[in-house]
């Protein structure tokens, strides 16, 4: 190994055991680390010097994965993995080919059930996908448990003006008819500014399996996300400001990186979410991850929590000084339901490259 010029599965494989380590997984559990070297195959092998495969959209500098850690208000806790699967030779047709065979891989080896995937793979992924991506894989992991797998797909893979259809007959394919109607009926009111960003599918067999659909707000208020989670009984909407407020440091309209909203529906409720969830792009609005982690402390201890946890996952990645970047705390979620709630950090590997500062703060942008 080359010390100062790992490879791109070096580098990250050393965060994600790090942010297992820090979160309670046995040092024994190499099946996060073994399933990360499978995502990233081809491109896990490049020196960072050499540059990122392609110009993956799942980070801002381009590295095909981004770490989370799930903090549920129970007190569990999961780590997640975004990624994309980078062929040899890439292109949108060759990376569909490559993740096919990552999933057909992870099938045999733990059992991960495929039906969800094979029901609607041919509704989003046409020969030659659109956009910036055909379909990303989220692996997660918990201690002392089984991974499990998710899969994101593209509504815009046809075309953005296809989206709606796309999505409405993933639903349809899936046996949830009114899942459609119930999803977009307060998320979608404002035209083109509400956009359907990922249609995502659990691949487990659990009662609890989601199908979930998220939502773009592009140039929205905190009043866009609380009219979208009246589709959800029995949540607290003022969280949902206050989520807004602390982390949006006071933000008004969130012109940069829009806020995102996501329904999960499951089996024993096909007509209804049960849950909505909430993302910010915090790294849009601070100056640099100094504010940012101000910000998500202040918002963790709001619902009793502490910055200890999120201290541990920033040190598990890199030991740069915060005031050196932004980006690293890339954007964070609030999970709301009758299937969990809490509150998810993600974080950058910064593999290829740390954003730089920026003046001033969300507040000033």
């Not at 773009?216 to 996300?225: G, K, L, Q, V, Y």
């Amino acid at each position: 190994m080359a010390v100062n010029d790992p490879t791109l599965f070096e580098y990250t494989s050393r965060q994600l055991r790090n942010l297992c380590a820090e979160s309670g997984f046995p040092a024994s559990d190499n099946t996060p680390v073994e399933m990360l070297g499978e995502l990233l195959g081809e491109a896990g092998k490049r020196r960072l010097s050499e540059g990122p495969l392609w110009p993956s959209d799942v980070a801002d500098d381009a590295t095909p994965v981004e770490f989370s850690v799930a903090l549920d208000d129970t007190g569990d806790r999961a780590v997640r993995v975004l990624g994309e699967v980078i062929a040899e030779k890439p292109s949108m047709v060759a990376n569909v080919a490559a993740a096919r065979r990552f999933l057909n891989s992870m099938s045999e080896r733990l059992g991960i059930p495929t039906d969800r995937f094979e029901a609607v793979q041919d509704v989003f992924l046409p020969d030659v996908p659109q956009g910036k991506f055909a379909f990303w894989y989220s692996m997660i992991f918990r201690p002392n448990a089984s991974p499990k797998l998710k899969v994101y797909f593209n509504p815009a893979a046809r075309g953005e003006d296809r989206a709606a259809e796309l999505v409405a007959e993933g639903f349809r394919r899936l046996g949830m008819e009114d899942a459609y109607d119930a999803a977009t009926e307060y998320s979608v009111s404002r035209g083109d500014l509400d956009k359907f960003t990922f249609f995502a599918v659990d691949l487990d067999d659990s009662p609890l399996s989601r199908v979930k659909l998220y939502i773009s707000h592009f140039s929205a208020t905190a009043e866009a996300p609380v009219q979208a989670s009246e589709a959800v009984d029995g949540i607290d909407r003022d969280s949902i400001n206050e989520f807004c407020d602390l982390l949006g440091g006071g933000t008004e309209s969130f012109d940069g990186r829009p806020l995102v909203s996501s329904y999960s529906f499951v089996e024993s409720d096909l007509k209804r979410p049960g849950n909505y969830s909430l993302y910010l792009p915090i790294r849009d609005y601070v100056a640099d991850d100094v504010e940012a982690r101000a910000r998500v402390v202040s918002f963790l201890e709001s619902r009793g929590g502490d910055a200890a946890g999120l201290d541990r996952a920033i040190r598990a990645l890199t030991d740069r000084p915060l005031h050196e970047g932004r980006g690293l705390l890339a954007h964070v979620s609030l999970r709301l339901g009758q299937f969990g709630t809490g509150t998810t950090i993600y974080l950058s590997s910064e593999a290829y490259e740390v954003l730089p500062t920026r003046p001033g703060s969300g507040t000033d942008s």
